[in-house]
C-alpha cells in the first residue's frame, strides 16, 4: 500500500513568520507532487505541484522536493490569517492521486 | 486553474432514499474525472475513476452497486447514492484531471454535503 504521510497538526505560527509544512512518501518512483488548500467545509484547491528535484517558487510560497529522502515541503512566507487551512499533499501514482491526511495550519494575528 | 461545478452543493434525504450528485467541466473536455468521499476531520477518500463512455474503476472497499456512476459525456458525470443510510453521510468531491501529462494535477468541484437522516 502506497503511503503519503503528513503531521496532522495543528501547526501554529504567528502571523508574518514562514511556516514549513513537510510530506514524506513511500514510493521511491514517484514522479509528481501536489500541494492542495482546503478550507473548512470547502474543496481542495491547487496550490502548486513540483516534479523537479529543488525548490519551486511561487509567490509567498515554496515547494521543495527531495527524492533521495522521499520528502516534499512546502514553505508558506509572510503567513497571513487567511493561510489558516488544511494543506493537503498529494502523490501522483498511475492516473490517480494519493493524499495525506492534511496538516491544520493556524495563523495567529 | 480549470472550472468544476457539482450539483447540488447541500442535500438531506430519509434512509433508503437515492440521491443523485452531478459534476460538470465548464471548460474543460474530461476524458477522466475521480469521485471523492471525505468524513469530517480526515483526508480525502477516492471512491472511482470513471472514463468517458466506459464503466468506472472502483477503489476496493467500495460498493459499486451502492455508488452508481455515470461518465456519459466529456463534460458530465454522476454519482448515484443508492438507497442511502446515515453511514453515507458525507462530503463527496468531485474531480478531473488536467495540464501535462508530468503533472497532471487534479481540479476539484466544489463538493456535495450529504445528510443522510
Known amino acids: 500500500q502506497k503511503e503519503v504521510e503528513q503531521n496532522s497538526g495543528p501547526l501554529s505560527v504567528p502571523e508574518g513568520a514562514i511556516a514549513s509544512l513537510n510530506c514524506t512518501y513511500s514510493?521511491?518512483?514517484?514522479?509528481?507532487f501536489f500541494w492542495y488548500r482546503q478550507y473548512s467545509g470547502k474543496s481542495p484547491e491547487l496550490i502548486m505541484f513540483i516534479y523537479s528535484n529543488g525548490d519551486k517558487e511561487d509567490g509567498r510560497f515554496t515547494a521543495q522536493l527531495n527524492k533521495a529522502s522521499q520528502y516534499v515541503s512546502l514553505l508558506i512566507r509572510d503567513s497571513q490569517p487567511s493561510d489558516s487551512a488544511t494543506y493537503l499533499c498529494a502523490v501522483r501514482e498511475g492516473g490517480k492521486l494519493i493524499f495525506g491526511q492534511g496538516t491544520e495550519l493556524s495563523v495567529k494575528p | 486553474g480549470a472550472v468544476v461545478s457539482q450539483h447540488p452543493s447541500w442535500v438531506i434525504c430519509k434512509s433508503g432514499t437515492s440521491v443523485k450528485i452531478e459534476c460538470r467541466s465548464l471548460d474543460f473536455q474530461a476524458t477522466t474525472m475521480f469521485w471523492y468521499r471525505q468524513f469530517p476531520k480526515q483526508s480525502l477518500m477516492l471512491m472511482a475513476t470513471?472514463?468517458?463512455?466506459?464503466?468506472?474503476?472502483?477503489e476496493q472497499g467500495v460498493e459499486k452497486d451502492k455508488f452508481l456512476i455515470n461518465h456519459a459525456s466529456l463534460t458530465l458525470s454522476t454519482l448515484t447514492v443508492t438507497s442511502a443510510h446515515p453511514e453515507d453521510s458525507s462530503f463527496y468531491i468531485c474531480s478531473f484531471s488536467g495540464g501535462s501529462s508530468v503533472a497532471y494535477e487534479q481540479y476539484f468541484g466544489p463538493g456535495t454535503r450529504l445528510t443522510v437522516t
Open positions: 470513471s472514463n468517458e463512455g466506459s464503466k468506472a474503476t472502483y
Open positions: 514510493d521511491r518512483g514517484s514522479q509528481s
